[in-house]
């Protein structure tokens, strides 16, 4: 959960462009995807 929360700060940190959020945005929301994929699976 330690990596939840550095992503979630990382997220927050006022100094990233708006690209960069937009494309780190996208791949957490792919992380998700591949959780969910192997929770189903499992």
């Known amino acids: ?3 939840l929360r550095k992503l979630l700060l ?3 940190y006022p ?3 708006r690209k ?3 494309d780190f945005a996208i791949l957490i929301l792919v992380c998700f995807m591949i ?3 192997k929770v189903l699976k499992s």
């Open 35 to 37: 959780v969910f994929y």
């Open 10 to 12: 990382f997220t927050l």
């Open 20 to 22: 960069e959020i937009t």
């Open 1 to 3: 959960m330690n990596f």
């Open 15 to 17: 100094k990233l462009d």
